[in-house]
């Protein structure tokens, strides 16, 4: 059943439900309340100690955020992105994993680089060079140690991916 002030209410109809999922229900439906009247984000917090300084403080938090604006995701890099992005690979360059890149030289070529940020933080980066001929080249591909082995390397290898296709390179 839908409240008058838009958001869902539980009758005793809905008698599968415990408790909890009837006040995580309520809890989001709250939420989208206030992100409709103009809050930017949400958080919906277990009661434990410490649970809310550390979804304030800590950029992973402890509970869950709902969010109007891209708290995570990919988008092409710009100009304001070049200190991030050569931070994020230096440690590679030092071990001669990575070829070198100057910040000049990330500067011109921007425009072929693609960040995955998290809360406006860069985590991974990677470029995509588009040749003549349908060929195109992913490199630099960079997660950050913070954020290994939890899926960001495939999403921004997979996102590259399908922007070759999607410009046509199929080489």
């Given at each position: 059943?839908i409240?008058?002030?838009?958001f869902?209410s ?5 008698h599968r439900?415990s408790?909890a999922e009837i006040?995580?229900?309520i ?7 206030a992100l409709?009247?103009?809050v930017k984000?949400a958080?919906i917090?277990?009661?434990?100690n410490g649970?809310l300084l550390?979804e304030?403080?800590?950029r ?15 988008r ?5 992105d070049?200190?991030g992005?050569?931070?994020?690979i230096?440690?590679?360059v030092?071990?001669g994993?990575?070829?070198?890149r100057?910040?000049n030289s ?14 406006n933080?860069?985590?991974?980066t990677?470029?995509?060079k588009?040749?003549e001929?349908?060929y195109?080249e992913?490199g ?5 140690k ?5 899926g960001r390397g ?18």
């Amino acid at each position: 059943m839908i409240h008058p002030r838009g958001f869902a209410s539980i009758t005793p109809s809905h008698h599968r439900l415990s408790r909890a999922e009837i006040e995580t229900l309520i809890k989001f439906g709250w939420s989208t309340h206030a992100l409709e009247k103009g809050v930017k984000r949400a958080h919906i917090l277990y009661p434990a100690n410490g649970a809310l300084l550390q979804e304030l403080y800590t950029r992973d938090g402890s509970g869950t955020l709902i969010s109007r604006d891209l708290y995570e995701g990919i988008r092409r890099a710009d100009v304001g992105d070049v200190a991030g992005i050569y931070d994020l690979i230096d440690p590679l360059v030092k071990r001669g994993t990575l070829v070198e890149r100057t910040k000049n030289s990330l500067e011109r070529d921007i425009m072929s680089y693609y960040v995955y940020t998290r809360d406006n933080l860069i985590v991974a980066t990677g470029q995509l060079k588009r040749f003549e001929g349908g060929y195109a080249e992913i490199g630099c591909l960079v997660v950050s140690k913070d954020y290994r082995s939890q899926g960001r390397g495939d999403a921004m290898l997979g996102y590259l991916e399908r922007l070759c296709y999607q410009s046509g390179a199929a080489k």
